[in-house]
């Protein structure tokens, strides 16, 4: 069964700070791997993917991610992080060749001054 | 810039209606999806529809239908509402297009409450 863990419901850190968002994954086959960032009462807005090629992707905001296809993980950074950048982020596996997303149950990012 | 727009952004509505939810995008995008997000639980799919007139069921389509009479619009009925179904309701549209590797585009959501 295909499905996305994303192992911490909150990450904590301090502006300025690198921050980390964790993410494994099973699918069969070769994935694409995506991250959204969601604010509240708003709906979900995409911050990049990972299709093929190299393994560190850059997408909106300063963000990145690195695939790591030996253990299945596709974790979201940020070399700076912004008050700003508090939200919650979700990320989502789709089976190559097919139309459906598995999502993880997100991470809620805090961001304290 | 794509748009896609859910038609409420909150609803009170009682047990046993009927309740409609809709949501139109403006990119030609063949694939539409709702879903519903609830604490702890992330994204759940209910139903998504691939093209006009298809459909298909996700994880969760209990109490659940869907529509889709034109390429633009995808509705949500849930034919006899119920408290379980209080919940923040999403939709989201994408494209096959681009070597089919597009990312979903999702409208701001519904927060329905079942009283």
């Known amino acids: 069964a295909q499905s996305v863990a994303q192992p911490e419901d909150q990450v904590n850190v301090a502006e300025g700070n690198p921050l980390t968002v964790k993410c494994t994954y099973s699918?069969?086959?070769?994935?694409?791997l995506f991250w959204y960032v969601q604010y509240p009462n708003r709906g979900l807005q995409f911050l990049l993917k990972y299709i093929t090629g190299d393994n560190l992707v850059k997408g909106s905001y300063g963000f990145e991610a690195e695939f790591n296809k030996s253990q299945t993980s596709f974790h979201l950074k940020k070399p700076s992080a912004l008050v700003s950048d508090s939200a919650l982020y979700f990320c989502a596996v789709r089976q190559y060749n097919f139309n459906k997303f598995y999502f993880g149950s997100g991470t809620k990012l805090n961001v304290k001054p | 810039d794509v748009k896609v727009t859910q038609s409420s952004r909150y609803l009170v509505k009682r047990t046993g209606e009927k309740v409609f939810l809709e949501c139109v995008q403006d990119?030609?995008?063949?694939?539409m999806f709702w879903y519903r997000q609830d604490p702890g639980l992330g994204l759940r799919l209910i139903y998504f529809?691939?093209?006009?007139?298809?459909?298909e069921k996700g994880d969760i389509p209990e109490g659940y239908s869907v529509s889709r009479e034109k390429k633009e619009r995808f509705s949500l009925i849930l034919e006899s509402a119920s408290t379980n179904q209080t919940s923040m309701y999403l939709c989201?549209?994408?494209?096959?297009?681009?070597?089919?590797?597009?990312?979903?585009?999702f409208g701001d959501g519904t927060r329905l409450s079942i009283l």
């Open positions: 529809s691939y093209d006009v007139k298809m459909k």
């Open positions: 699918v069969s086959g070769n994935p694409y």
């Open positions: 989201a549209s994408r494209t096959t297009g681009q070597g089919g590797v597009g990312p979903q585009h």
């Open positions: 990119m030609d995008h063949e694939n």
